[in-house]
């Protein structure tokens, strides 16, 4: 089956009829194009010592949104450089003062991280709710419903809570078996604690994943409609997870007795005695390394088109539903070659690397549109500014599929 | 004149039309003639005010998009139609100016050649300024407070006390004190001790940011005279001299900094690919004290041929010892991954330190350049 084409989804309602259509999202930007936009906004951004970044990111953002369409209509970024330049100024600030701040006084170094953590379900509201409400799309705004509480449940109490229950079982676990020793089982905590909190990670991540997933796919709203995210179980996040795992397991075995097989030439601890010259040990390594890139680039791109392919088949809006098609495969040798071009070019393939990232996005992607999208109505929204949004861009604690 | 010749050649721009707050789409035209403006759609036509309309930038060939008040969106790929419309009704500069610089070849090329000539200065001249500046404003004993709050207990994890002999442990504080007035070194500042190297650090020599030097039993026993240990001594002398982990510190913060920065706007790229620059100008940066280093020490050292080879003979008897490396600027986990690296020819570009060919060569070329 041609991979490029949408099948209509008739699976949850049976009064689906003709009238029901694939549109496509197009993306139209060229990487020529975008690199004149990208080097003059580098440009006047150090001659304005940052300042004009906030109109850099302003046109690099309706450059991205005003070339990508859906029914040959594109969406509008319609952000004001002000709100950001402001926004911008303030994370600055902060940034400025944490990192002076964490480095003459140990209470400050603890605690300002902690303000951050503890606001951080906040920032991430504002963040999105300000990128979604500077978006339209026939001069329509999409939204978000601001739920604070379910911010905070999904990234803060919810993850939190998962990591204190296994410290908790475990101290506990440790106090019974040393017959009452307190100690011994904090120190038991303290010795593990890396290796838990990477285990719980993977463990807890599919989940919290899908939490935060339905929390931000639910809330957006475009005019007077609400999103609805269909996903309603976190067992498909989990097999996803389960099979890259199983990747990750096969692809080590096959490495092991690859280099096993091999014998002496791409032993590892041989490395360590060869000559500083030695043409054998520079391949090697230099086949050691790329081939850990590929694999790396690969899993990454294999997590990145499943989720995304679960996400976006997943969410509706009235009667349309949203369509993704992406496979791993191409997302993966665009991720790689984008890597090693930025890398040969020292960053100036960037425009060209978004550009390809934006199109493939893009044409994975489609809606099944009932009739032809004209019956939402505006809803005239609550001001917004961008301090959440610009915080959170600095301290990179945004949320993205 | 000309003006009435422009206002009365007709524009036409061609696109579609959404009613105020609806996502209906409709295919019309705005038309601008004899300062009348018009939007037609279907069978509506209105009469638009000039100051009813208000546009978006112009950005490569994107869309464009005309804000109609109480009328509603009108839509256009046509931009050249829409730059003359408001040529027509409320020029403005800024706006093409902006399209002009974005698409002109040799702006472009300018723009290029500046932003690569800045981002080499400020590799080369900026941050290194920078830092100077940063260190030499900040107060004489944070170096001190750093290392007595952070590194103190490290120490211990790395080393256990010497077992050298009591009579050696004195030659060699005499020979510290002897190199350090020598180069002229306030004796309060630095403090000298000798300790045993637990394994992860072996032969090594390090200076701490608040003026602590510590060499371990195990380098004692490589050096085959005290010309070498001099030559170790005043290299390290050199680095607390220089304030070199102090401005490490600080400079590292500058990068990161920097990093975020530029990550905000590339991140939907990959942001991992940014880690990588930004780590090797740290190294590059950490080889460039270490060359500062060892000049130090050859120029204490002074136009003795023997000390000066003994000097870069040393390095390479350090390189076959133990994998290991021969001092560091302050706590680096010195693993055997990494003297892997060091020790071919692509390693040197993600190494903390020049290597050991090179260093024997700058000793040997400093007697040839400075001597003969």
């Known amino acids: ?401 | 004149m000309s003006d009435l010749v422009s206002s009365s050649k007709q524009i036409l721009i061609e696109g579609f039309y959404s009613p105020q707050g609806s996502s209906e789409r409709k295919k019309a035209t705005i038309s601008h003639q004899h300062n009348q403006t018009f939007l037609l759609a279907d069978k509506d036509s209105f009469h638009l005010e000039s100051s009813q309309l208000s546009a978006s930038s112009r950005i490569g060939k994107s869309a464009r998009f005309v804000e109609i008040s109480d009328v509603g969106l009108f839509e256009t790929r046509d931009n050249d139609g829409v730059d003359a419309l408001l040529r027509q009704i409320h020029p403005s500069a800024l706006s093409s100016l902006l399209h002009g610089l974005e698409s002109n070849l040799s702006w472009i090329a300018a723009a290029l050649v500046f932003t690569v000539l800045f981002t080499w200065g400020m590799v080369k001249y900026g941050i290194p300024a920078i830092t100077e500046t940063i260190v030499s404003s900040l107060p004489a004993n944070t170096g001190l407070v750093l290392e007595e709050t952070l590194l103190d207990e490290l120490k211990d994890s790395l080393f256990s006390d010497s077992e050298l002999d009591e009579q050696r442990i004195k030659e060699l504080n005499d020979l510290f004190l002897e190199v350090a007035s020598n180069m002229n070194v306030n004796q309060d500042s630095v403090t000298f001790s000798i300790k045993r190297g637990r394994s992860s650090i072996g032969a090594n020599a390090l200076a701490f940011p608040g003026g602590t030097i510590i060499m371990t039993d195990q380098l004692i026993e490589l050096t085959k005279s005290d010309d070498q240990i001099a030559g170790v001594m005043a290299h390290e002398i050199a680095h607390i001299n220089e304030q070199h982990s102090l401005k490490q510190l600080v400079r590292s913060s500058i990068i990161s900094f920097a990093a975020a920065m530029i990550i905000g706007d590339v991140s939907s790229t990959s942001a991992t690919i940014l880690a990588a620059p930004s780590l090797l100008l740290e190294l590059n940066y950490s080889r460039q004290f270490e060359i500062e280093a060892d000049r130090a020490a050859a120029e204490y050292l002074g136009c003795n041929k023997a000390a000066l080879d003994s000097m870069g003979e040393f390095f390479l008897v350090m390189e076959k010892d133990s994998e290991r490396y021969v001092e560091q600027t302050y706590i680096e986990e010195s693993s055997p991954e990494q003297s892997e690296k060091e020790k071919s020819t692509v390693g040197d570009f993600l190494s903390t330190h020049p290597s050991s060919h090179n260093r024997e060569e700058f000793f040997s070329a400093f007697y040839k350049n400075n001597c003969e």
């Not at chain 1, 601001?146 to 296994?166: E, K, M, N, R």
């Not at chain 1, 601890?269 to 850990?292: H, K, Q, R, T």
């Not at chain 1, 590929?294 to 997590?303: E, H, K, M, P, S």
């Not at chain 1, 929204?381 to 301290?395: H, I, T």
Request: proline share 2%.
């Open chain 1, 1 to 401: 089956m041609d991979s490029t084409s949408y099948e209509l989804s008739n699976t949850d309602t049976e009064d689906e009829s003709k009238k029901a259509h694939i549109e496509r999202f197009k993306f139209s930007g060229s990487g020529k194009e975008y690199f004149g936009i990208w080097i003059v906004n580098i440009l006047l951004t150090i001659v304005t010592l940052g300042i004009y970044s906030a109109w850099a990111k302003v046109r690099n953002q309706q450059y991205f949104y005003g070339n990508t369409s859906l029914q040959d209509s594109s969406f509008e970024y319609t952000a004001k450089p002000i709100q950001i330049l402001k926004s911008r100024i303030l994370a600055v600030v902060v940034f400025v003062f944490y990192n002076i701040a964490s480095q003459t006084s140990a209470i400050l170094a603890i605690g300002l991280p902690l303000l951050l953590l503890i606001a951080s379900p906040w920032i991430i509201m504002r963040s999105l709710a300000f990128n979604a409400h500077v978006s339209k799309y026939r001069g329509i705004s999409f939204g978000f419903h601001q739920s604070t509480w379910d911010a905070y449940q999904v990234f803060l109490i919810i993850p939190l809570g998962i990591f204190l229950t296994v410290f908790a079982a475990i101290g506990g676990a440790t106090y019974v078996s040393g017959s009452g020793n307190m100690g011994l089982g904090f120190m038991a905590i303290l010795f593990l604690l890396p290796l838990i909190i990477a285990l719980v990670y993977f463990l807890a991540y599919p989940f919290l994943l899908y939490i935060s997933c339905r929390y931000v796919y639910s809330n957006y709203t475009y005019g007077h409609s609400s999103f609805r995210f269909r996903v309603r179980s976190m067992k498909p996040f989990y097999i996803i997870y389960a099979k890259a795992g199983a990747l990750v397991l096969l692809s080590m075995l096959f490495a092991y007795l690859l280099f096993k097989g091999m014998g002496g030439a791409m032993d590892l601890a041989n490395i360590e005695y060869m000559e500083s010259d030695s043409p054998l040990a520079f391949v090697s390594i230099i086949v050691f390394y790329v081939g850990f890139g590929i694999f790396y680039g690969a899993i990454i791109a294999y997590l990145k088109a499943r989720t995304y392919n679960l996400v976006y088949q997943n969410i509706a809006l009235e009667n349309h539903k949203l369509r993704a098609k992406m496979r791993a495969t191409p997302l993966a040798y665009i991720i790689i070659t984008n890597t090693v071009f930025i890398a040969l070019t020292l960053g100036l393939f960037i425009p060209w690397a978004k550009v390809r990232l934006a199109k493939f996005y893009a044409d994975n992607t489609a809606m099944q549109v009932w009739g032809d999208l004209s019956e939402f109505i505006n809803k005239e929204s609550e001001y917004q500014n961008a301090m959440g949004e610009e915080l959170g861009e600095v301290f990179d604690v945004g949320f993205g599929v």
